[in-house]
């Protein structure tokens, strides 16, 4: 009989890559803020002026942990939002350049529906590896036209690190401001800089939902694509979460100290799935960079089994992971991401680590993997 996941031990959550445990500084701010930051930041008695107060000190919190100016950073309801403002804005302000935006083959969801959106875009591939093809970048940005480029700075589906410092510099060299989606890297890894526009989430790195992070560096055109809105600054479509963003400032700081620590023991932990899962899971394909990557993130692909019964049985068993495209898991479709790699994109699992994940508990997964593997097979007659 099949263990389930009581009879196994408590349940472990391995999908920080789509929304980490709330960090302990993020729930001690919050639970402060929501007695304290509740007002309209923008009125003047003395409930506003301290929501104001509380809204400036999380602002220059944060401008100081990505090393920008107060004024370039606005917080946003969400990771999509500051993505789409960031793209939609991006081109809207530089209309006059041209109409056509570059980006990679990888990209997160939420640029791909805005490319679609813009309805003129240029889709640059990588390799196996997930690596972008930067001959191809090079050329694309330089193609006549072009208003803007969006690049993710590490593969939200193989955690490949992307180079983003050379590829700003082909930016810069063209004269082609670049959006950075630093989502799954912010928190984790230094986003090398270059970048003229940069957005974030939250919620991946240990705060509360409904908080994301647009940045605009001075002297980069922005025109907001949505009515009513300032012109010429971005801002959040109604009120802003304050104590959302109090608890995302708090926490960011909290992670970045830490960040030294946990990259050192999350990439040996996810190192151990890679080597574990290549020995216990025939037919198995590890994908992404094995060394220029997130150290949080591992994916593999398992021949002859589907992606949805795989994801199944590892919550039966207790084990909360991620199988097909992370932004489209909802839907079951093969990872674009892994198919413009040109890797296995079905029966794959993406594995994501967090501060609270130990060491048993990455045992405990390897443990039970090659039998939950092996029965889907059997039962699919393989």
Known sequence: MENTAEQAGAPVYLDAASAAPLHPVARQALLAALDDGWADPDRLYAAGRRAQQLRDAATATVAQCLGVRPDELTF??????AVHAAVLGGLAGRARAGKTLV?????????????????????????RLGRLDLDAWDAGVRQPGTALASLISASHEAGTLQPVAAAAQMCADAGVPLHVDAAQSLGRSAVPPGWSLLSASARKWGG???????????????????PGDDLHRP??????????????????????????????RLFRETEKIRERVKETVPDVEIVGD???????????????????????????????????????????????VLEAMGVLSHGNVRVSLHRGTTSTDVDRFLAVLPGVVARIRQEAGM
Do not use: M
């Open 235 to 264: 801002g959040p479509q109604g009120p802003l979460n304050l104590p959302g963003v109090i608890a995302a400032a708090a926490s960011l700081r909290a992670v970045l100290g830490e960040a030294q620590a946990e990259e050192k």
């Open 76 to 81: 946003l309801p969400s990771g999509t939002a």
């Open 103 to 127: 980006h990679s083959a990888i990209e997160h969801s939420a640029v791909l529906h805005a490319a679609a959106r813009h309805g003129d875009a240029r889709e640059v591939g990588v390799d």
């Open 208 to 226: 509360p939902a409904g908080v994301g992070l647009l940045v605009v560096r001075k002297g980069t055109r922005w025109l907001s694509p949505y």
């Open 290 to 336: 094995p060394v220029g990557r997130l150290p949080h993130l591992v994916t593999f692909s398992c021949l002859y089994v589907d992606g949805e019964a795989l994801l199944h049985a590892l919550d039966r068993q207790g084990f909360a992971v991620s199988s097909g495209s992370s932004c489209t898991a909802s839907t079951l479709r093969p990872s674009h």
